[in-house]
Each structure stands twice: as structure tokens, then as C-alpha cells.
């Protein structure tokens, strides 16, 4: 079993910056590719980004692409979101997520963990 807890949330200008991190308890977070999704009111979750087990390969949603870097290091335990450039319309909550597969995943359904989410909310 792995619980999974996210921060760095919060109020942001458009434009600005926040960084999230996902920490993982009960197995090391080391074995598990890891991912970021968000939930939006009245939308559907969707994919944001995600990292291989090893790190070295990474996988992001053309909205975010060359605004948010998902990073990790392995002999720490978090995985971070580094976002960069907000948008109003990347207000949402960020859930992270964790998969016994070691590539990265952009499918919910391929993850076994989530966590509760963390909100961000971007103000135009």
C-alpha cells in the first residue's frame, strides 16, 4: 500500500509560479512510475504529466508543455511540478499518482495510487 500526499498549493497571479510535490509513505516511491493529473469543477480529470521510475523519461499534455517540468529524485522522496507561466485555466486540483509500471503512463486507469489532491488556482 502506498499513501500518497501532495503540497505547494495555493492563490497564484497569472503569470506566476508554484511547485508541487507529491511524498510517498509505506513503500518507497522509488519503485513506482509517477504522474500528475487535475480535476477541474464540472470537468473531467486529465492527464498533466508523468515520469518514469528511473526519471529519465517524461511524458506532458500539449496544454502544459513548456510551462510545467515534472522532475523527481529518487534518493529524496518527493516528486515535484514545477509550473511555470499559469494560466487562469490551469485552476484546478492536482492530483498525484503512482503506478507499479516503470514507464511513464498518461492513462489514469494504468495508476494504482492516488492521493487527495492539492488546489491551485490561478487569478487572472
Known amino acids: 500500500q502506498v499513501q500518497l500526499v501532495e503540497s505547494g498549493g495555493g492563490l497564484v497571479q497569472a503569470g506566476g509560479s508554484l511547485r508541487l510535490s507529491c511524498a510517498a509513505s509505506g513503500r518507497t516511491e522509488s519503485h513506482y512510475a509517477m504522474g500528475w493529473f487535475r480535476q477541474a469543477p464540472g470537468k473531467e480529470r486529465e492527464f498533466v504529466a508523468a515520469?518514469?521510475?528511473?526519471?529519465?523519461?517524461?511524458a506532458y499534455a500539449d496544454s502544459v508543455k513548456g510551462r510545467f517540468t515534472i522532475s523527481r529524485d529518487n534518493a529524496k522522496n518527493p516528486v515535484a511540478l514545477q509550473m511555470n507561466s499559469l494560466k487562469p485555466e490551469d485552476t484546478a486540483v492536482y492530483l498525484c499518482a503512482a503506478t507499479r509500471m516503470a514507464t511513464a503512463q498518461t492513462l489514469g486507469h494504468r495508476y494504482d495510487w492516488w492521493g487527495q489532491g492539492t488546489q491551485v488556482t490561478v487569478a487572472s
Open positions: 515520469i518514469s521510475r528511473s526519471g529519465g523519461s517524461t
